[in-house]
């Protein structure tokens, strides 16, 4: 299950939901893979991960995108012993996001008022 996460700026009143983790329909490795770019996807050992010959585990962690200016997620899949990352794009737009640990959020600027203060609360769980 997911966590649902909530944030409110603290200056302009500008509220988020974020959908964090993976949800039910993550347990296949062609479902999450399908969720990155083409040239993502064609480095990925997709048999291998089928096949749970090479380990692997995927979450949707938060990000900011400066073309949305919001608090978006992005997909991250990590692959192998190593854990080697593959980050998709913003999950609004695609482009890319800068990625913000779930710690770090409250730390971050609202990314449409430019100030530092937003309230975090985790909200429960989906899928
Ligand atoms: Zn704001
Ligand atoms: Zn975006």
Not at 83 to 111: D, I, M, N, Q, W
């Amino acid at each position: 299950m997911g966590q649902l996460v909530e944030g409110t700026c603290k200056n302009c009143g500008k509220k988020w939901e974020l959908r964090l983790g993976y949800g039910l329909m993550h347990g296949r490795a062609a479902d999450v893979a399908a969720l990155f770019p083409s040239d993502v996807r064609r480095e990925l050992p997709l048999e291998e991960m089928r096949r749970m010959d090479v380990p692997w585990s995927f979450a949707y962690e938060p990000a900011v995108c400066a073309y949305c200016r919001d608090i978006v997620t992005v997909p991250v899949l990590r692959v192998g012993k190593e854990g080697t990352e593959y980050v998709g794009g913003c999950s609004v737009c695609g482009g890319a996001a800068e990625r913000v640990p779930r710690e770090e959020l409250e730390k971050a600027k609202c990314p449409d008022c430019g100030q530092a203060g937003l309230r975090i609360r985790d909200a429960g769980v989906w899928d």
